[in-house]
């Protein structure tokens, strides 16, 4: 599944690990929550993120025995900065104009 496959909020879950280091699925939670100014309920994240690692975007493991994490993979991690650098080709653009 490529990126563009991906819904929205899927590609924001891969940022959102992207950024931290080994992040909880706690501390995803809040972080999304922070950066779209609104509650993101376990129904909702917890399902996109076993389809994050289903299709092998995203890697699990555990902290310790309560608490697992999630880490994207190098190939993601390569595709989202790729995919910030078309989005920003034409952002300059429109910065331009």
């Not at 950066?35 to 890697?59: F, K, S, T």
């Not at 190939?75 to 650098?85: F, H, I, K, P």
Request: some cysteine.
């Amino acid at each position: 599944m490529r990126l563009s496959d991906l819904s929205g909020f899927q590609r924001a879950l891969l940022i959102v690990i992207a950024g931290r280091d080994q992040p909880s699925g706690q501390q995803i939670k809040t972080e999304l929550g922070r950066a779209r100014e609104g509650e993101i309920n376990h129904g909702r994240l917890y399902p996109n993120l076993d389809v994050l690692v289903n299709e092998g975007h995203v890697e699990k493991g555990a902290l310790d025995r309560c608490t697992n994490y999630d880490e994207i993979t190098d190939d993601r991690r390569s595709a989202l900065r790729e995919r910030r650098e078309w989005e920003e080709q034409y952002l300059r653009r429109t910065a331009s104009a």
